[in-house]
C-alpha cells in the first residue's frame, strides 16, 4: 500500500493504517530525538508527542512535501522546544548550585575522545548543533533540514561549515587522528 | 567553491567519531505506542472535562455580561447582576490561568526529574526534593479547590500528589533505590501523559492569554 492511501485511511479512522504509519516513520523519529536529547525517557516523551500531534492535525497535511518531511517539522518543534524547555529549567537550578558542581573548568585536560566530542558537540549553539546532528550523524539532507527547521537550504548549509569549524578547534587536540 | 574551513578528511573522520554520540538504543516500540494511545485517550475525555466546559462557558458569559451591563447600563437592577456575575467570573478565570500554570510548572518539574535522575550527586536530590515540596503545597490547595470537584484533575492531583511527597522525602544519602522506585511508579499512572494532556497546547503566555 502506498503511503498516500496509507494516510487517506487514518483519515477515515483506520487504526490498523495509524499503526502501520506509525511502526514506518518511528524508528527514524526516535532516533533524532535520541540524538537531540540524549536520554532514552526524554526522547520517549519527544516521540510521543510528535506521533500525537501528527495524527491530530493529519486533516492539514496537503500532502505538498513528503509525509516524512512534514513529520520531521513536527519532531524538530517538539524536540527543540522540550529540550529548551528542560534547559530553562536546569539553568535555574545551575544558578543556584555551588560553581565546582557545573564542572567545566577541567573539560580541557579531559584526554577521552568521546567524552571531548559529547561536550563539543553539546557546546555548539542549538541551530549549529541541530543541523550537524541532522545531517552528518542521522544523514538529514540540506533540503530535509531546511524545510524542518524552517530555513533556507543555503542556511543550513551555512550553519553546517560553522559547526564543523567549531568542533574542529574543540577537538584540535585530535588532529593526528584525521590526518594520519 | 571551497570552503575556509572545509577539510574532507576532517570531515569524514568527525561524521565517523560522531556516530558514538548519544548513541540511540533500539526503538521501543509497543511501548511507545501504548503510551500514545493512552495519551489520545485520556485527551479526549480531559478535553471533553465539566470544568474546562465551565471554563469556557464563563468566558462567554463575562462577555455577554458586559454587553448587557453596557447596554442596560441605565437600568440599576441590571447593572447589579452584571456585576455580580462579572466579578465571580473574572475570579474563575483567573483560577484557570492559575491551574494552567500550576500544571505547566509541574510537568517541566517531572520532566527535568525524570530525565536526572540518578544522573547527579546529592545536592541535586536535596533541590528536587525541596522544589517538590513546595509544589506539593499548591496540589494540595487545588485538591481543596473548585478543581477538586472534577473527578478526572482530582485523579492527575491525587496522582501528582503521590509521585511530589515521594520525591519530597528523598534521602540525598541514598537516593538511587528511591529514585528508581519513583520513577517506576510514575511510569505504571502514567502520570507525565496524563499531566501533558490536562495542558492546553502551546507555550503558557500562549495558553492563558485567551482567558485574559
Not at chain 1, 3 to 20: C, F, K, N, Q, W
Not at chain 1, 36 to 53: M, N, P, S, V
Not at chain 2, 140 to 168: H, N, T, Y
Amino acid at each position: 500500500m502506498d503511503e498516500s492511501t496509507l494516510i487517506a485511511r487514518v483519515r477515515a479512522g483506520d487504526s490498523a493504517a495509524e499503526r502501520a504509519l506509525y511502526d514506518a516513520h518511528v524508528d527514524r523519529v526516535y532516533r533524532l530525538a535520541f540524538r537531540l536529547a540524549g536520554d532514552d525517557a526524554l526522547a520517549q516523551d519527544f516521540t510521543q508527542e510528535t506521533f500525537i500531534r501528527a495524527f491530530d492535525r493529519l486533516g492539514s497535511f496537503r500532502g505538498d512535501a513528503a509525509f516524512s518531511t512534514w513529520l520531521h517539522t513536527i519532531t524538530t518543534t517538539v524536540v527543540l522546544n522540550g529540550l529548551r524547555k528542560v534547559k530553562r529549567f536546569r539553568q535555574r537550578e545551575a544558578d543556584i548550585d555551588d560553581a565546582h558542581d557545573i564542572g567545566v573548568a577541567q573539560r580541557h585536560a579531559e584526554p577521552d575522545l568521546k567524552v571531548r566530542l559529547k561536550q563539543a558537540i553539546d557546546d555548539l549553539p542549538e541551530g549549529y548543533r541541530t543541523v550537524f546532528l541532522m545531517h552528518d550523524v542521522e544523514g538529514y539532507t540540506h533540503e530535509e533540514i531546511g524545510v524542518a527547521l524552517g530555513v533556507e537550504t543555503g542556511t543550513s548549509k551555512a550553519q553546517l561549515s560553522r559547526a564543523r569549524a567549531k568542533l574542529r578547534v574543540a577537538l584540535s587536540d585530535f588532529a593526528g587522528e584525521w590526518t594520519a | 567553491m571551497m570552503d575556509q574551513h572545509e577539510d574532507p578528511k576532517f570531515d569524514q573522520w568527525l561524521k565517523d567519531v560522531a556516530k558514538s554520540y548519544h548513541t540511540p538504543h533500539p526503538t521501543p516500540r509497543d511501548e511507545i505506542w501504548n503510551r500514545i494511545q493512552g495519551a489520545r485517550r485520556n485527551r479526549r475525555v480531559i478535553e471533553l472535562r465539566p470544568w474546562l466546559r465551565w471554563a469556557v462557558a464563563a468566558a462567554a458569559v463575562l462577555i455577554l455580561g458586559i454587553g448587557i451591563g453596557r447596554w442596560t447600563a441605565h437600568q440599576p437592577v441590571t447593572t447589579v447582576a452584571a456585576a455580580d456575575s462579572t466579578t465571580s467570573t473574572q475570579s474563575d478565570l483567573v483560577y484557570q490561568v492559575a491551574a494552567t500554570q500550576y500544571l505547566s510548572h509541574t510537568e517541566a518539574f517531572l520532566t527535568s526529574f525524570r530525565a536526572d535522575i540518578g544522573s547527579r550527586g546529592s545536592a541535586r536530590s536535596a533541590r528536587f526534593a525541596l522544589q517538590a515540596r513546595d509544589l506539593l503545597s499548591t496540589t494540595r490547595l487545588m485538591l481543596d479547590s473548585p478543581a477538586g470537584k472534577d473527578q478526572r484533575l482530582r485523579s492527575l492531583l491525587e496522582d501528582l500528589e503521590l509521585v511530589l511527597v515521594q520525591i519530597s522525602q528523598l534521602d540525598p544519602s541514598q537516593d538511587g533505590h528511591d529514585t528508581d522506585l519513583i520513577r517506576q511508579g510514575m511510569n505504571q499512572s502514567n502520570v507525565l501523559p496524563k499531566l501533558r494532556s490536562a495542558i492546553p497546547a502551546g507555550p503558557v503566555p500562549v495558553r492563558t492569554e485567551g482567558a485574559l
